[in-house]
T-cell receptor, first 114, second 114 residues
Framework: GDSVTQMEGPVTLSEEAFLTINCTYTATGYPSLFWYVQYPGEGLQLLLKATKADDKGSNKGFEATYRKETTSFHLEKGSVQVSDSAVYFCALSERGGGADGLTFGKGTHLIIQP | EPEVTQTPSHQVTQMGQEVILRCVPISNHLYFYWYRQILGQKVEFLVSFYNNEISEKSEIFDDQFSVERPDGSNFTLKIRSTKLEDSAMYFC????????????FGPGTRLTVT
C-alpha cells in the first residue's frame, strides 16, 4: 500500500538557518502530495501542495517540489524563524479525489532556537 | 477565516461505553473525514463521507464505528463500545470538493478510555 517516510525529529536549528525536511513516498499511480503543519495545541494546517510531477508548492517562505524520479517531496525554507517551531507532516492522496483519505508520515518536530 | 471545529476537546470514558465525537465542518464543504492519531504514531485515515454516505473507509473503521451527518452542520463519529486501544486524538476534516481536494482539519478531540 501507499506509505510516506519522513525524517525523524526533533530537528533543532538556529534562527535564520536553512531548513530541509526530507519526505519520500511509495504509491501506485500519480498521487497528490501535501505538507501540513501543526502548531502546539492546534490542528493540522495545510502548508502547501503539489498535484503533479515537477510542480512546486510554496507558502509562507516554504517550498517543496514534486520529484517523481526520486519519489520525494522535500520541504525547504531559506531562513527559519522561531515562529516556525512546530510539527511538520508530509502526506499523500493516492488518487487526488475527494473521497480519498490522506496517508501521512510520522511527522517531524522542528525546534528553532533564537 | 472559516475553520473546522470539534467538541469536546477532551473526552474521558470507561471501557465499553459509547462515545460520540462531534465536528462542524466548514460551511459549503462537500467531503468530510475522520482520522485518528494514537500517541506517538502516524495520523491514520478512518473514513470519508459524501452526499450522506460513506465514500471510503480504512481497515480500522470496523463495525464499532459509525458516522452520521444528523443535520446540515454537524458531522459525528460514534464509537459503540470503546476499548483501551481507542485512546487517541481524533481529527475531523472537510474538503470543498473542488480541484485539488485539499483537506482542512479541526483541532482534534483527545479520547481517553480508562
Amino acid at each position: 500500500g501507499d506509505s510516506v517516510t519522513q525524517m525523524e525529529g526533533p530537528v533543532t536549528l538556529s534562527e535564520e538557518a536553512f531548513l530541509t525536511i526530507n519526505c519520500t513516498y511509495t504509491a501506485t499511480g500519480y498521487p497528490s502530495l501535501f505538507w501540513y503543519v501543526q502548531y502546539p495545541g492546534e490542528g493540522l494546517q495545510l502548508l502547501l501542495k503539489a498535484t503533479k510531477a515537477d510542480d512546486k508548492g510554496s507558502n509562507k517562505g516554504f517550498e517543496a517540489t514534486y520529484r517523481k524520479e526520486t519519489t520525494s517531496f522535500h520541504l525547504e525554507k531559506g531562513s527559519v524563524q522561531v515562529s516556525d517551531s512546530a510539527v511538520y507532516f508530509c502526506a499523500l492522496s493516492e488518487r487526488g479525489g475527494g473521497a480519498d483519505g490522506l496517508t501521512f508520515g510520522k511527522g517531524t518536530h522542528l525546534i528553532i532556537q533564537p | 477565516e472559516p475553520e473546522v471545529t470539534q467538541t469536546p476537546s477532551h473526552q474521558v470514558t470507561q471501557m465499553g461505553q459509547e462515545v460520540i465525537l462531534r465536528c462542524v465542518p466548514i460551511s459549503n464543504h462537500l467531503y468530510f473525514y475522520w482520522y485518528r492519531q494514537i500517541l506517538g504514531q502516524k495520523v491514520e485515515f478512518l473514513v470519508s463521507f459524501y452526499n450522506n454516505e460513506i465514500s471510503e473507509k480504512s481497515e480500522i473503521f470496523d463495525d464499532q464505528f459509525s458516522v452520521e451527518r444528523p443535520d446540515g452542520s454537524n458531522f459525528t463519529l460514534k464509537i459503540r463500545s470503546t476499548k483501551l486501544e481507542d485512546s487517541a486524538m481524533y481529527f475531523c476534516a472537510s474538503s470543498p470538493g473542488t480541484s485539488g481536494y485539499e483537506q482542512y482539519f479541526g483541532p482534534g478531540t483527545r479520547l481517553t478510555v480508562t
